[in-house]
């Protein structure tokens, strides 16, 4: 079968001939959106959108079936994000709702327009600072594979901000939600705790 | 077969009033869904099997969230998050099993979105149901669980029409225990449901779970004081000590005097399309000592009139050792 | 672990270069690659498990706007019958890709999806084994049930002839009793000692029919790929375990020489066997963004990843153990029946042989086995394939021999513990290079306090019962003849190229560390080019097997040790003599009879230019042709070292752990805590302490999924994959495994190796899973499921005395 849109190839074609176009985070196209949407009903959501994140306020288009982590992901160029199941089931996609540990995989972007959201690149110090969630997890060799690091550091985060001296029970409760298949789990504890110590 | 998690198109409604919201109900019909947390809702729109025209997001409506106490109990709007529920004093110190059992949902960042309201109101988990395929309750004729080959360990033990399939909330059965009524509001006013009659099994109607009907939202759930304080029991066993659905969970309130267990309310979930309510074991129980005798006889009437399938009987001692827990150790 | 006094890096603990970026989320896996133009691929699955396609309408979708085109299977390379295809026309499990559309986001490319129209036509399909080795039973491949390759030489390139079609007799089935394994003709058998003798005077026999889950490896990242091509060559970055290994397979996935990929894969969001060498599905974007010239995105979704991203194949067994009145294993006669899967299998059932030879040394032993296809996802490799099987069915019945013979558990795994004389059972018996198991079971039962927690088993508190357990896993740990490369810059810094890969394990930088420990390099002087072909890496294993600790440490010794070599000779060339005169300390070569006489490294790096030749990198030095072209990349950058590791490796390298656990069984709800965890492993020297205990920790989390949640079923009926969410699917939380886990090593050097180094990745799993369902079988006061996993269903069967819901033969089963 032949690709459709043959009058678009030769522009496609001196973009890729034309050197290295591939990066990861920047946004190189205003929108992923299909064009194909049908118009919005009247009175439903608009598309373009104001989300405050890492406390810079981004204007985005969000479909309405969008969820944050395709919006972060595939919009803002936030891939630090990761979809691991996509269905609420691993924590790969946690972010901070207004503080609060959520899957990103499982919320409509629309829901948090007015919510302060974090995302893993807003947990060190935009001096690069690491938090000391994340010096511990380095100390403790936390990651393996890594994929699951960011929600590791997000629940971490969270818990520690609401209670800085926390129990290994109360650390293991707290990340319950944030699946490890490297099997980590002791390595997250314990930079938990050693962060924990390091904020006191 | 096409791949599963991108939703279809959809038309995203966000009222900021209940009114509206009702109109966008009257308006869409059986097209339109009203969406709390999202946690089941999003799943069935990736999955594509349901495909609302229009999602009426409820989050943004002011008084469907919160924990009030009332003249005779507690209310609680339907949005309000499972951590809300588990976390909050009131309920902790007065109606400990629903703080218990919503502690028990899922994950903390399921629990951090995902709403009382909602946790009741999810569809079951039959694993041949949410596949996909063409059984009763997605409208076909038939049941691939409830088959010589089926596996349907999770299944149900009673009050099989059809479909096997079980209840897989956690809170469910606290509020059945509580003696919660259910507040549901259409455009023609508000109605209240006992939790009791609030679940329905597929007899009744095997595309749904409850009562609610197109147009209906459920906006609280009152819980009457008669159990406030009240000795409790909620267990739930499951695979995972996260994130995974009850093999069969139990819970009770016990009103106790002395040595004499002077009322109770025992609810399985994970054995029958609704909570179950073990009515038999209340009455064994009710106005006796809390002995080794009661506590036996209760236990051996907790399944009494199972019909197993090939791959759960083991629902059958699961459910008499938590009911002989609820009554020993609550 | 103590530290190493012997090396300044071996033994102590670094950071390794990529694991800030994990913690800022900086790290970039192949889904988090963006370009202009680029277009979303989304896959039309196969919904049965076998079927051939009819007819394919893909013209609404195709004039859907935002739809860039569809690729089928006409329009890919065929492999050889039943190797993994890109796309297919004959799918033979649920979830094979058929076709694929790239659109302009994947929406549309999901919306498209629904409106192609496929006709299918369906074909018997088979789950089990038995039932197709049965007369008349179903094939799960096209043309048979048996890779051919396993039975007769010759294969034919394109055609069906890669597989027979394999059938015992009526006679075999008949001939055992309802619930044994039946044991026709098998395609592995072979046999060392007496085996007669021993059964004849065993003071115990055990004849047990056993089976083992097929279990899913929930890696977290699924294996999305993302491809382009650029002047004149595919890029490809995707989620593979290893970088070179991948090379030579996904060049010919996509069909082009190695010359023209460039390989990215810098991170790897976990593997586990699943992604050791290039896979069908990979290849996939490469293809459509040469159909539609733009850079192409296929994101796997989790269902996909359950759907066809293989899964641990499961065992039907049956093991004849004959003992004498010590406990000596005398005898064992094994039968393994394996899934095969719905393509060419891996061959977990011969490493279950050689784990019974070595874990359990019996004096004489028969192995038979087989692998037969069936119309699952595929079964490859899944960390200790057959050897961890073999561990969760063998390690309770050790302590089923040790009770009826009256003998302490810990003993009967003590007397049948491998020594440094153990040969490998198999056609070829090898010696293992070293074993000290034996110090490892000592060790780890010091640490666990054995007999005082041993005297605990079957201690009740009400409905809770203690248990404790042991395990022992073992894997091959460790290959030799691969390359090692590395240059000195004129700036004095050394730069060791490897192509091992990122799984997650650091050694990748661990490895890396043999190079600066013999050139006594400051670690912080080394820089490690890594993670893309294009930076000019040498031929290497790949990261799998429990090799790379291994295999790689000789590999960069060898390489090292040329680039030692060169040095001396520049240093001897420049200040006189001859090179044995000189020594390296400090980044600098000295005379070793006038240490005043020396040159640096960065000006040894500078003459090298000047040089030419070998030292420049103009001689690649016998190594592999991948290698050849990156030291040709490479010439006249600085100073060369590079080698094939050729030291005669003729021994077995054996790694080791044993596990010992202590849970808390509840009879009346049928789960478990586990209260108590102890791991020793041996992996000869310790490299890199924090990595290893990682390793032994990582690997109990999922021997312990094994052994109490994790497995794929399969509904008889349609062949219906019924695991393929993570709740269905079950790898085990942070709640399901100890909150601590107390883990060690030996620490004893492999004669072979030159830092006395070997792997461990892969025994912990079994050790894991064998510990905790011996643990649960002593809580039940031996009652043996032989069956993983374990589910609280199944214990709360036994301990209320109903029948179990499944056969003893069943598989896929709940």
Known sequence: MRPQNQSRRSFIKGIIASGAVVSTGGLMFVSGCSENTLSPAAGSVERLISLNINGTVRRVDVLPNETLAMTLRNKLGLTGTKIGCDRGECGACSVLIDGVPNNSCSMLSHRVTNKNITTIEGIASPAGELHPVQQAMIEELAPQCGFCTPGQVISSVALLNNNSNPSREEARQALAGNLCRCGAYDHYLNAVLRAAEEIA | ???????????????????????????????????AGGQDSLDWFKDRVKRPVAVIDL???????????????????????????????????????????????????????????GNICQDVRCWYYRSGIDCYRAGGNTCYADTPEGLNREHCLFEADRCVAVTPSDTA????????????????????????????????????????????????????????????YFEKVADRETWD?????????????????????????????????????????????????????????????ATTLNYNGFKIPLMENLVKRAIRDS | MADNPTYKLIGKNFTPPDIEAKVTGASTY?????????????????????????NIDASEALALEGVYGIMTADDVPVFPNPGEQILTNEPNFVGEPILAIAAVDESTAANALELVNVEYEELPFVLDPLESLYPGGPDAYSGGNLVSSLRIEEEDELGDIGVVSHKWTARDFAAVDEGQLPMGQATMDWQYGDLDAAFNDAALVLDETFVTACNSHHSMEPRSAFSYWQNGKCYVHGSTQSQMFVVPGLANLIGITPDELVYISEFCGGGFGSKGGAYAVMALPAHFSRLISRPCMLRITRAEEYYLGSARASFQGRAKLAFNDQGKMTGADIYIVQQGGAKNPFGDFGAAGTMVSLVYTPESMRFRAIPIGTNTTPCGPQRGPGQNQMSAALEPLLDKAANALGIDQLEIRRINASNHETLTGGENRQKVSSSYMLDAIDMAAERFDWSNKFARNGERNGSKVIGVGIGQGYHSAGIAGFDGLMRILPDGKLHIHTGVGNLGTYSYASTSRVAAEVLDMDWDNCVIERGDTSKHLPWTIGQFGSLTTYTMSRANYAAAMDMKQKLQEIAAMDLGGNAEDYDLANETVFNINDPTQSITYAQAA???????????????????????????????????????????????????VATFVMIELDTETGNYEILEFVSSGDCGTVNHPLGLVGQLRGGACMGIGMARSERQIYDPQNGLPGSVGLYQAKPPSYLDVPAFMDVSAVDQPDPTNPMGMKGIGEPPVGAAVGAVLAAVSNALGGYYFNRNPVTSDMILNAASGREQSNSPLQILTQ
């Not at chain 3, 050849?628 to 080791?656: C, F, K, W, Y």
């Open chain 2, 173 to 232: 059965p606290a509020l059945v225990a509580l003696d919660a009524t259910m507040v549901i509001q259409n455009t023609d006013g508000m109605r209240e449901v006992a939790a009791e009659d609030f679940f329905i099994g597929p007899d009744v109607d095997i595309e749904r779970v409850t009562v609610l009907e197109p147009g209906d939202i459920l906006t609280s759930i009152r819980i009457p004081s008669t159990w406030a304080g009240a000795n409790y």
């Open chain 2, 245 to 305: 659905f009850a093999l069969v969970n139990v819970a009770a309130v016990l009103r106790v005097s002395g040595d004499t267990i002077e009322g109770l309310r025992v609810v399985c979930g994970g054995v029958q399309c609704t909570p179950r309510r073990l009515n038999g074991v209340e009455d064994i129980v009710r106005g006796s000592a809390r002995d080794e005798e009661t506590i036996e006889l209760a236990a051996g009437s907790a399944a009494r009139g």
């Open chain 3, 30 to 54: 192949s889904e988090d690659f963006r370009a202009e133009g680029m277009a979303y691929v989304k896959m039309l699955l196969s919904p049965m498990p076998k079927c051939r396609v009819r």
């Open chain 2, 1 to 35: 077969m096409s791949t599963k998690d991108m939703m279809p198109n959809f038309d995203l409604f966000q009222p900021s009033d209940m009114g509206n919201a009702f109109d966008l109900l009257e308006q869409y019909g059986a097209d339109a869904w009203p969406l």
């Open chain 3, 606 to 656: 500078q003459r090298a230019l000047e040089l030419g030749g070998k030292y420049s990198g103009e001689d690649p030095n016998g190594t592999n042709p991948l290698t050849q072209a990156s030291v040709a990349g490479l010439a006249g950058s600085g100073l060369i070292g590079v080698a094939r590791d050729t030291t005669p490796l003729n021994e077995h390298i054996s790694a080791m």
């Open chain 2, 59 to 117: 989050a943004g409506i002011p008084g469907m969230n919160g924990i009030n106490e009332t003249a005779n109990g507690i209310e609680i709007g339907a949005l309000t998050t499972l951590t809300e529920i588990a976390e909050s004093p009131l309920i902790r110190d007065s109606y400990g099993v629903l703080a218990e059992a919503a502690s028990r949902v899922a994950s903390p960042q399921i629990r951090n979105i995902g709403t009382l309201g």
